[in-house]
């Protein structure tokens, strides 16, 4: 058995599925508002136990969230033009 093909034996590459990504970055980016409210909620005790850092970790994956919406809502209204 082989690991690779020659080029003329290999298929043609299927066409890419056009999907839009920003619904499942927008679904994370819910989840992780959903996950700061309890963290929120409970900071005294978070911070208490030296967890603070939880807070700072939701805090960063709804920012990194929303710097991963806007590329992917700029590169869409590029490709459309």
Do not use: H, N, Q
């Amino acid at each position: 058995m082989r690991l690779w093909l020659r080029d003329d034996e290999r298929r043609p590459d299927p066409v890419p599925v056009p999907t839009d990504d920003r619904r499942a970055v927008l679904v994370g980016i819910g989840l992780w508002v959903l996950a700061l409210i309890p963290t929120l909620i409970l900071a005294g005790p978070i911070t208490a136990a030296g967890g603070g850092w939880w807070i700072w970790t939701v805090v960063v994956g709804i920012a990194l969230g929303l710097l991963g919406f806007a590329y992917l809502s700029i590169t869409r209204a590029r490709r459309r033009r």
